[in-house]
């Protein structure tokens, strides 16, 4: 199944290439489009938790800090 895609998928290749990568499939983009979507929709989810609990509606960096703290590296 298709989803449209917040990100560009040139972006991705970008990333794959930076990260040392000599020549990129579409297919790996494309996942890696995908995998860092979900996490990002995660992270925002848990930002907006936050923001509710605090009282607040506006979302704020310290609130996406938080919420990215669960995947490790952030």
């Known amino acids: 199944m298709m989803r449209s895609s917040e990100l560009g998928l040139s972006a991705m290749y970008r990333i794959l290439k930076k990260a040392g990568a000599e020549r990129v499939s579409d297919e790996s983009a494309?996942?890696?489009?995908?995998?860092?979507?979900?996490?990002?929709?995660?992270?925002?989810?848990?930002?907006?938790?936050?923001a509710n609990h605090a009282g607040r509606k506006t979302i704020k960096g310290e609130d996406i800090k938080l919420a990215s703290k669960q995947f490790g590296k952030f």
């Open 30 to 50: 494309d996942e890696l489009r995908r995998v860092i979507e979900d996490v990002a929709e995660d992270i925002a989810k848990n930002a907006v938790d936050m």
